[in-house]
């Protein structure tokens, strides 16, 4: 992995296919692709899928955008689903009926009302029972397929139809829950969390661990959504790399229980920045909630220190 | 060889999944259901099957694994009761609608609230139009002979659909009773090897199951389902048929006891049959002309062979281990009434709910309502169309 080149991997062939209805400039399709680049070729996969907009863009009857087999089963159970996928893998190769050579790895991918809220439950069973598979939670920080309502990936503040601003909001009120952390709490042998950087190899890299280690992995990339973020579609790049540079995104992994920081920055930049780009946050820069961004900040600082102590920790 | 045993209904479908050998089992613990899983798991334990048992964390995460599952390939099933099948319920209607021919072992037992852990069946009537095929059991020897022809009516190109084998929770589940079973050669033949076409681990040939379907297609895809499960009528007789032929049971959609001069029918399902069996011997040594219709196959649902085999009855009881709460009677009593109009079969029929969430039904209730339908027909006495058995004044 240490060879890797933006320019080698983008000569693969693609497994999700162009033509899908996916918004342009979407973050998740760009998070599918990456992921997918990962998978060695000679290797075939089972793509699954929770309910939202990758599965209702991507495979309208009859036409499907996979190169892979694909199962989109419910919004709240992608988990399930591919458990019971993977688990018919080891059991039609343990009685014979698959070919020797017959590869196959499992990945399914969930926006984060699939995986944080509605789908935890299925989640947690298919990481506590150590199938072999990916899941890959495609984090907008909202249900943006039907239409941007407030998840608990959400962030604080944020303006969501949920939890719009208005005379007596300042937007969502808590803080958003710590998937990674709680998945990697099961005690699962590969968690990572990560966006797209300059030329994706932290993704990239992560996405090939998850899925070449054996047992149950997680992956969790912050996705922007020009819909529900409300910033300039081109500036996704941007975006990412300020989530980055303010901690309000660390990239990490936890291997076998060992969490480990994949980049600090060499100063790290006020939150302001990362939340200016964005419409989602506008109301935090009016005039008399200067106090609101303090909140934000302090909330970063301390889930940055908290990393920080885990990654320092001894195993 | 027959073998001869006693077990109770639970052991009998267990027994019958060993002989299958599936290939995939997810399932959650719920009473009287549980059994199953259990006894399974020790099959697996022992090393007398190798199916691979998936302990899932609740009903929603088997039935959806079950689906994966069988998508994928594998011949599979889970087992479940009561509030565990309302928890599937969203997923019944994507196994039916994808078109999996997966199997579920159904333990009937009343629906919350208030809890109650005993028989009815308003968890399978509640799930009545997910598109499943149903088949309900007397005792466990039909539960047995039910579940070993589950997989080949459900795999059979023409149906292609999930199919649910249900028995009544503890009555039948957990009481034990004489069965004959058939040897393991035996069964394995005549369920044969699950060969899918299509399935997502077909090697080189992938396949998206699951599609948003937009309204230009959905119906017609409906309509296929719907299709499908009236194919599954003929196919649940050819299969009985070949059943017969191994194991000398003969079966159909319904059994008719001693219906064929009887002027007076009652009309049921389950393990109350053997009940109101009784009570027509009695009442038939009294000179009485009574008989039972047993509806064994629920869905897809015979209504002109049912209006056809009531068309000579002076009355009949449409008994329903259900509320349904229409205002109207039971499931049974609205399905059944109906089918007797359309085919222009205009008798007496008087819908009687019974036996609700465990409460007992006996062979002088039976006898009190095969008396009820001769004093109405006879004496032109006024019966509530739609009441209740032994429901305490």
Not at chain 1, 284 to 305: A, I, T
Not at chain 2, 124 to 146: C, K
Not at chain 2, 273 to 297: E, F, I, S, Y
Request: with cysteine.
């Amino acid at each position: 992995m240490s060879d890797y080149s933006l320019k080698t991997i983008m000569n693969k062939p693609e497994r999700l296919a162009p033509g899908h209805r996916m918004c342009a400039g979407c973050g998740a399709t760009i998070a599918v692709r990456a992921v997918l680049r990962a998978l060695h070729e000679e290797d075939q996969a089972v793509i699954g899928n929770a309910t939202g907009c990758l599965e209702v863009s991507s495979f309208m009857y009859p036409y499907t955008a996979w190169e892979d087999s694909y199962i989109h089963n419910a919004f709240e159970n992608a988990g399930a689903t591919l458990s019971g996928v993977e688990t018919a893998y080891r059991v039609l190769k343990k009685r014979g009926r698959l070919p020797e050579d017959a590869n196959f790895k499992f990945i399914t991918f969930g926006g984060d009302g699939g995986t944080y809220d509605i789908g935890l439950q299925s989640l947690s069973g298919a990481m506590e029972r150590g199938h072999d598979m990916v899941y890959v939670c495609y984090d907008n920080g909202a249900y943006m397929n039907t239409g941007i309502q407030r998840s608990s990936a959400t962030p604080m503040y944020a303006d969501t139809t949920t939890t719009p601003v208005g005379k007596q909001s300042n937007g969502k009120m808590q803080n958003r829950k710590d998937l990674a952390s709680i998945i990697a709490d099961h005690d699962v042998p590969y968690v990572a969390q990560t966006t797209f950087t300059q030329n994706f190899a932290d993704l990239h890299q992560k996405a090939e661990k998850a899925i070449y280690t054996e047992g149950a992995a997680f992956l969790n990339i912050m996705t922007p959504c020009p819909r529900g973020w409300r910033y300039d579609t081109p500036e996704i790049m941007d975006i990412c790399k300020l989530a980055v540079e303010t901690c309000y995104w660390p990239l990490f992994e936890v291997e076998h229980g060992k969490w480990t920081l994949s980049y600090e920055p060499k100063k790290k930049l006020p939150i302001e920045d990362f939340l200016r780009m964005q419409g989602r946050f506008k109301h935090l820069f009016k005039k008399g909630n200067e106090d609101l961004l303090v909140q934000f900040q302090k909330e970063v600082d301390r889930r940055w220190e908290d990393l920080q102590y885990k990654c320092a920790r001894e195993r | 060889m027959a073998i001869k045993e006693r077990m109770s209904g639970n052991e009998a479908v267990s027994y019958a999944i060993r002989q299958i050998n599936p290939d995939v089992m997810p399932a959650f613990p719920i009473t009287p259901s549980t059994e199953i899983p259990q006894i399974v798991s020790t099959y697996i334990a022992n090393g007398e099957i190798d199916t691979e048992f998936i302990p899932v964390e609740s009903e929603h995460s088997a039935m959806s694994a079950t689906i994966g599952a069988e998508a994928a390939g594998a011949r599979s099933l889970t087992a479940t009761s009561s509030a565990g099948l309302a928890l599937m319920w969203e997923e019944l209607l994507l196994a039916a609608s994808n078109r999996l021919p997966l199997a579920l072992a159904l333990v009937n037992r009343t629906l919350s609230g208030p809890i109650n852990i005993n028989c009815d069946h308003s968890d399978g009537m509640g799930a009545r139009d997910t598109g499943w095929i149903q088949i309900y059991a007397e005792n466990n020897q039909e539960a047995y002979d039910n579940f070993l022809q589950a997989y080949p009516i459900a795999e059979n190109p023409n149906v292609h659909l999930p199919i649910m084998i249900c028995q009544d929770g503890f009555i039948t589940s957990h009481a034990v009773e004489n069965i004959e079973l058939l040897e393991d050669e035996t069964v394995r033949e005549f369920v044969g090897e699950y060969q899918p076409e299509e399935y997502l681990l077909n090697p080189g040939k992938p396949i998206a199951v699951g599609p948003y379907s937009v309204s230009n297609y959905a119906m017609e895809g409906k309509k296929n389902q719907e299709i499908a499960l009236e194919n599954a009528k003929q196919v649940i007789l050819d299969v009985a048929e070949k059943f017969r032929a191994v194991s000398g049971r003969g079966y159909g959609l319904f059994e008719e006891y001693k219906t064929e001069d009887a002027e007076y029918i009652m009309l049921m399902i389950g393990s109350a049959a053997g009940t109101a069996k009784q009570a027509v011997d009695d009442l038939r040594d009294q000179g009485k002309k009574v008989g039972v219709l047993k509806l064994r196959v629920f869905r897809p649902f015979p209504a002109k062979e049912i209006a056809e085999a009531l068309r000579h009855a002076k009355a009949v009881a449409i008994l329903d281990r259900c509320e349904s709460y229409n205002g109207n009677g039971g499931p049974l009593g609205g399905e059944v009434s109906a089918a007797l109009f359309r085919n222009k079969v205009m008798i007496e029929a008087v819908n009687y709910i019974y036996g609700l969430a465990g409460r007992d039904f006996t062979v002088s209730d039976a006898c009190d309502i095969f008396g009820e339908l001769e004093d109405m027909v006879q004496n032109g006495k006024e019966v509530e169309q739609y009441q209740y058995v032994r429901l305490r004044k």
